[in-house]
Structures are given as C-alpha cells and as structure tokens.
C-alpha cells in the first residue's frame, strides 16, 4: 500500500550535518504521521521527530534543537535536518508512516522504509 525510501544517511565528523530524505508512494493519506526512528546495536529503536500532516512536532529530547523533521505533502516527502551530530547520533534511521488514530509507539506505525546508515565518528 505505502513504499518508503529513505536516503542521505552516511558518514560525518562529529559536529557535522546530514538531511535526511523520505520519498512515499503508493496509497497515502494526506493527514498520515510521518516519523523517524532510529536503531543503533544492542538498543531499542527509538523516536526521533513525529509530524502530523498539520505540523504539529515531537521530538526526542535528545535531539531537541539540534534535529528539524518537516514534510512536504506535495513532493509526498518528510526530512530530517540533523546539526551538531554526535557520536550517539549514530544508529540506522528509519522512516515511518502511522494513519491510526494512535501513533505514539513505533508498534503503530504501519508501514517503515528499509532504513539509511548514519554513522558519526572523526
């Protein structure tokens, strides 16, 4: 029904930047929430910034202020701007798609991309 492609991840010195991509396809709806989640060995995936399709964001803390997500429905497109990258920013970035009406855990979200490597490291 939905197809997610991420793209952008790859290798940056700590303190640099990377955007990353979300192209959708397929059978999306417009008010749909768009999210990044993010995996690195040995832990949990976790969030990283939610949009609803009215711009309303949430963000790890974590990542607060150094991470912008934003969409753009036209181009069926969600970013992810990440400054001031750390080491602990290093893990495999997914995009997700949640059209329930609950989308707080990424056991909601029903549809994911294969995943983009970011890897942060001098």
């Known amino acids: 029904q939905v197809q997610l492609v991420e793209s952008g991840g790859g290798l940056v010195q700590p303190g640099g930047s990377l955007r990353l991509s979300c192209a959708a396809s397929?059978?999306?709806?417009?008010?749909?929430?768009m999210a990044w989640y993010r995996q690195a060995p040995g832990k949990q995936r976790e969030l990283v910034a939610a949009?609803?399709?009215?711009?309303?964001?949430n963000y790890a803390g974590s990542v607060k202020g150094r991470f912008t997500i934003s969409r753009d429905n036209a181009k069926k497109t969600v970013y992810l701007q990440m400054n001031s990258l750390t080491p602990e920013d290093t893990a495999v970035y997914y995009c997700?798609?949640?059209?329930?009406?609950?989308?707080?855990?990424?056991?909601?979200?029903?549809?994911w991309g294969q995943g983009t490597q970011v890897t942060v490291s001098s």
């Open positions: 997700g798609y949640c059209s329930g009406f609950r989308c707080y855990a990424a056991r909601e979200y029903d549809y």
């Open positions: 397929g059978s999306i709806f417009s008010n749909a929430v």
């Open positions: 949009i609803t399709s009215g711009g309303n964001i």
